[in-house]
């Protein structure tokens, strides 16, 4: 028996920019109380979409409709300034009223508010406890969180809210591997409908259908992210083939057509050569004549006719094959002398930590591999390195050119298009050069003159990172956080492929272990229950 109940259906949904750009047009899906990921390549519309399901966004044409309730966390949390962890989690009405009804001055509609919700508080520390973040308190500040903990808090609070429909935009970002673990369990036992936005291949593996949102529009696999590969491998294959039979056709065809047109040209002169022979009045021959030259056009226009179809079939199978372009990014320095010092720190403790840090010198085209669980410290090593933030003590110096890509990506200008911000850090660079890096990183000419926020978070990822090695100086170090965040696939092997040829140094924080073995690094910064350790790899 079929227990399917649709929740959200598109009907012929199109949207487009303020600028009346296009981002995709009649698009019609269903998404019901299965599992569903949804998958497709950076700047397609992802985000976009999952906001149209949970009704952030209005369509510019057709229909949302929507029942049961509805709960959504976005790719970026943003706090507010003065929120604490209770608004990440969406409870402060209920948390609110709570504490003012306890404290004896409760507004006008608390009690309403209250309704079936009067354990708000237990639950909420009970989750926390639970999520292993049972040092926070509800009223603890978001500002004091890492950006792990702030994605954690705010997925607490979407489970929480007991919602009919789940949608998720890249959950897994900014989250250490235990959290991921946790995270995947969470999505495993939820009961409601989910719609699972992401480039994680674990948490797609255990989805009950994929849909992936392309330049042709929506296409639904019905099982994981295994099947999904494997039904895409096979429409690959089927299209290539497809495409190379009428290939084949059509190159035969055009023998063919030729062949016709030589015979059709042989009888006109042989026709014409006889009728000279046999000595035929002049208007004899001039009727000849025109009756063969009407006979060769139409011979031509059948033939031009046959060719168009032929071309047709090509331009139709290459079309089926949508293979899109390779990710390819560029950058490039000179290599560092192995004995060349690039950074040290002596007796450093970092801000919001109790730790200390091992004494540390880096030298050469070395790498180092940061790791930990959220809220040790590894975005504050980097930040402390730039000179973001001040340490607790000790001291630390970077003495070559460097660049810091953090996971907020500070340095991209909201408001400044990719190509601007590319000019901005390359100046002397010609236009022409900049464009071309930016389609390669599959960013097209439109959306190079868009405002950065305009692009998804990928987009704005490869951007800033491509930014980052333009600069002039070429930073002999790099300072990367979480890099591998909001990205494709595709893109993450192109991060991957570049950061492995990169000459310079290396200091990379990230969660995903895949990543991080495909850069090779040299040695480890590694949190452990004793605190920080230095290990050579």
């Given at each position: 028996m079929d227990d399917r109940f649709p929740l959200?259906?598109?009907?012929?949904?199109?949207?487009?920019?303020?600028?009346?750009?296009?981002?995709?047009e009649a698009l019609s899906e269903v998404f019901d109380n299965r599992h569903t990921g949804l998958v497709g390549r950076?700047?397609?519309?992802?985000?976009?979409?999952?906001?149209?399901?949970?009704?952030?966004?209005?369509?510019?044409?057709?229909?949302?409709?929507?029942?049961?309730?509805?709960?959504?966390?976005p790719q970026r949390i943003v706090a507010a300034p003065g929120a604490r962890v209770v608004d990440l989690m969406g409870c402060a009405p209920w948390f609110d009223a709570l504490q003012r009804v306890m404290g004896g001055e409760p507004h006008a509609d608390d009690i309403e508010t209250l309704d079936g919700r009067w354990d708000v508080i237990e639950r909420l520390q009970r989750a926390l406890q639970d999520e292993g973040l049972g040092h926070l308190d509800p009223q603890t500040?978001?500002?004091?969180?890492?950006?792990?903990?702030?994605?954690?808090?705010?997925?607490?609070?979407?489970?929480?809210?007991?919602?009919?429909?789940?949608?998720?935009?890249?959950?897994?970002?900014?989250?250490?591997?235990?959290?991921?673990?946790?995270?995947g369990q969470?999505?495993?036992?939820?009961?409601?409908?989910?719609?699972?936005?992401?480039?994680?291949?674990?948490?797609?593996?255990?989805?009950?259908?994929?849909?992936?949102?392309?330049?042709?529009?929506?296409?639904?696999?019905?099982?994981?992210?295994?099947?999904?590969?494997?039904?895409r491998q096979r429409e690959r294959e089927a299209a290539r083939q497809t495409l190379d039979s009428a290939r084949v056709e059509r190159k035969r065809g055009e023998r063919e057509l030729r062949q016709q047109q030589e015979r059709q040209q042989q009888r006109s002169a042989s026709g014409l050569r006889q009728g000279k022979d046999s000595n035929q009045a002049k208007i004899l021959l001039g009727m000849q004549k025109n009756r063969s030259e009407s006979s060769a056009g139409r011979t031509a226009k059948r033939l031009d006719s046959r060719r168009q179809q032929l071309d047709e079939q090509v331009r139709e199978a290459v079309a089926a094959l949508v293979e899109e372009p390779p990710v390819t990014l560029h950058g490039q320095t000179e290599s560092?002398?192995?004995?060349?010092?690039?950074?040290y720190w002596r007796d450093l403790r970092l801000p919001f930590g109790a730790a200390s840090?091992?004494?540390?010198?880096?030298?050469?085209?070395?790498?180092?591999?940061?790791?930990?669980?959220?809220?040790?410290?590894?975005?504050?090593?980097?930040?402390?390195?730039?000179?973001?933030?001040?340490?607790?003590?000790?001291?630390?110096?970077?003495?070559?050119?460097?660049?810091?890509?953090?996971?907020?990506?500070?340095?991209?200008?909201?408001?400044?298009?990719?190509?601007?911000?590319?000019?901005?850090?390359?100046?002397?660079?010609?236009?022409?050069?900049?464009?071309?890096?930016?389609?390669?990183?599959?960013?097209?000419?439109?959306?190079?003159?868009?405002?950065?926020?305009?692009?998804?978070g990928g987009q704005r990822l490869k951007v800033a990172l491509a930014g980052v090695l333009a600069r002039d100086p070429t930073p002999q170090l790099l300072l990367l956080d979480e890099p591998d965040n909001h990205i494709?696939?595709?893109?993450?092997?192109?991060?991957?492929?570049?950061?492995?040829?990169?000459?310079?140094?290396?200091?990379?924080?990230?969660?995903?272990?895949?990543?991080?073995?495909?850069?090779?690094?040299?040695?480890?910064?590694?949190?452990t229950a004793d605190g920080w350790r230095h290990e050579r790899c």
């Open positions: 959200v259906a598109l009907e012929r949904v199109s949207f487009r920019f303020a600028d009346g750009a296009t981002l995709f950076n700047g397609v519309g992802k985000s976009i979409l999952g906001r149209l399901l949970a009704g952030e966004l209005q369509p510019s044409d057709g229909r949302v409709l929507r029942q049961g309730r509805i709960a959504y966390l500040p978001a500002m004091q969180l890492s950006g792990g903990e702030c994605s954690r808090v705010a997925l607490l609070g979407a489970l929480l809210a007991e919602a009919d429909l789940l949608i998720l935009d890249e959950p897994g970002n900014h989250l250490d591997l235990p959290s991921r673990r946790r995270l969470r999505l495993a036992s939820w009961r409601g409908g989910l719609v699972l936005i992401s480039h994680d291949r674990e948490l797609l593996a255990g989805m009950q259908r994929i849909v992936e949102l392309s330049a042709a529009g929506l296409r639904s696999y019905g099982g994981g992210y295994a099947f999904y590969q494997a039904s560092l002398p192995p004995g060349r010092r690039v950074l840090l091992p004494d540390f010198e880096l030298f050469g085209s070395r790498r180092v591999a940061v790791l930990g669980p959220n809220g040790c410290g590894k975005s504050s090593l980097l930040a402390v390195l730039s000179g973001r933030l001040a340490p607790l003590s000790g001291e630390c110096r970077v003495e070559v050119p460097w660049a810091l890509l953090d996971q907020h990506l500070h340095g991209l200008d909201a408001q400044e298009s990719a190509l601007e911000h590319l000019q901005r850090l390359a100046p002397g660079s010609a236009e022409s050069l900049l464009r071309t890096r930016l389609v390669h990183l599959g960013v097209d000419a439109e959306a190079a003159l868009l405002p950065s926020a305009r692009l998804s494709d696939l595709d893109s993450r092997l192109a991060v991957e492929a570049l950061l492995r040829d990169y000459r310079g140094a290396l200091l990379v924080v990230s969660h995903d272990a895949a990543f991080v073995d495909a850069l090779m690094p040299s040695e480890r910064l590694l949190w």
